[in-house]
């Protein structure tokens, strides 16, 4: 099959399940290429980007400049090698987009000439898979256009769908109506899907997934007299709830428990935690660390007892799906202490895998934290709960064998 994955931007070191989608359908035999509004040169990026040479694959959307002479000049390029070549649909195409609107488009109408142009170089598409919501509805009248054919998928992951404001009651109503395949990474997301709209035969859950052999299992211990290492892994903002997090360790650590809790992540609500921390008198035990490469954070994650993720729903509405970091931590045998958020009850299993608390609930946190930190002869029997469900239903292999299938039922 011939595949095109559409995202924001890439390579986004955050969407690791991205880039665990793309590798799997090329290990499958599988033709994909990425297009994206943006191409990032980064730093710190997946090994697979460059095991993979993914770099290669990806098509910026913004290779036309969107000005009305570079856009003449393109056109009447691609009009003569259309014409040269009698390929008068395609030429037809070529025509729509240079007189239509392009408002309410993921791409201007430069960007639609270059992926006209990639088409007719190697060939349209079986699949056009958008990454998320907004990506999907934006894709669709291209679909109606004929400039863009092909099955349309698209994956729902949280903010696409559950974040408010200028989003109207019928937002999504032209996707579900013409898009062929819906995939939320969780139940919750789905039933948000269905109650605006979408029908439930288009829609099959698929989670994210982690690749469970690069995680190594170790039963947790706290040896007598050590120091419990807790551990965020998390943008700070305010769908990650970190605030509660600090508030409930430092409760903890007053009541006179050995705790080291580390925050590893950065974002706009840096300054106003690293206060919080201050006025909590607790800079010794809680540690902002900013950024850490992959690396860095594998080291973390091995090092730690406890994950701990204590997400809420955003002022504005936004939920996440199910974070990618509790799963890696579960594939390690670490215990989760989490909340009922969105998708996250589908993965951590209370009393099972960890325990969940409500939203912003400071008090239940601290109290699930400290029935972990009080019985740490759990935490090995929790560790293995947690890998296997891990290994049942967010294995990528398992996974991207789901979404293999799923493709080839829309082109069979």
């Known amino acids: 099959m011939r595949i095109a994955f559409f995202v ?22 599988h033709e994909v290429d990425i297009f994206a509004r943006s191409v990032r040169s980064l730093d710190v990026v997946h090994p697979e980007i460059e095991e993979y040479r993914l770099l290669d694959r990806v098509f910026c959307l913004n290779a036309v400049p969107d000005g009305t002479w570079s856009r003449f000049v393109h056109s009447v390029s691609l009009g003569w090698r259309l014409c040269r070549s009698g390929r008068i649909e395609a030429w037809k195409q070529l025509l729509r987009i240079l007189f239509s609107s392009s408002k309410g488009l993921l791409l201007t109408r430069s960007g639609q000439l270059a992926l006209l142009c990639r088409q007719l170089e190697q060939g349209s598409y079986d699949i056009v898979h958008a990454q998320y919501g907004t990506l999907g509805r934006r894709l669709i009248p291209l679909k109606t ?58 829609i099959h859950v698929l989670h994210s997934g982690i690749n469970c052999g690069r995680f190594r299992f170790r039963a947790r211990t ?113 215990p989760v202490v989490s909340t009922y958020h969105s998708g996250i009850p589908e993965l951590v299993e209370d009393g099972v895998s960890g325990y969940l608390a409500a939203e912003r609930d400071v008090d239940a946190l601290a109290d699930s934290l400290a029935r972990l930190l009080d019985h740490p002869e759990r935490w090995p029997q929790m560790g293995r709960a947690g890998r296997k469900k891990v290994e049942e239903e967010f294995d990528m292999e398992r996974l991207n064998d789901q979404l293999e299938a799923l493709y080839r039922s829309l082109i069979t």
């Not at 949280?158 to 898009?179: C, K, P």
């Not at 706290?222 to 943008?235: C, D, M, N, S």
């Open 8 to 29: 924001s931007a890439f390579p986004v070191v955050s969407e690791t399940f991205i880039v665990n989608q793309i590798t799997g359908l090329i290990d499958r035999g």
């Open 145 to 202: 256009a004929g400039v863009l054919p092909g099955r349309h998928v698209t994956s729902f992951r949280g903010h696409d769908v559950t974040q408010h404001g200028t989003r109207g009651s019928g937002f999504y109503e032209e996707l579900f109506a013409r898009g062929d395949l819906f995939l939320p990474v969780s139940e919750s997301l789905k039933q948000k899907i269905v109650s605006q709209g979408c029908k439930e035969e288009k």
């Open 222 to 334: 706290l040896p007598e007299g050590e120091t419990a290492r807790i551990l965020t892994v998390a943008r700070l903002v305010e769908m990650k709830g970190v605030a509660y997090g600090v508030e409930a360790v430092a409760r903890l650590l007053q009541s006179g428990r050995k705790i080291q809790y580390q925050i590893a992540g950065d974002g706009v609500l840096r300054g106003e935690l690293e206060q919080l921390i201050e006025k909590l008198g607790m800079r010794e035990n809680i540690r902002l660390l900013g950024w850490k490469d992959h690396d860095e954070l594998a080291r973390l994650m091995e090092q730690a007892h406890i994950l701990l993720t204590p997400s809420v729903t955003a002022a504005n509405g936004e939920q996440e799906g199910i974070p990618n970091v509790a799963k890696e931590a579960m594939a390690m045998g670490i």
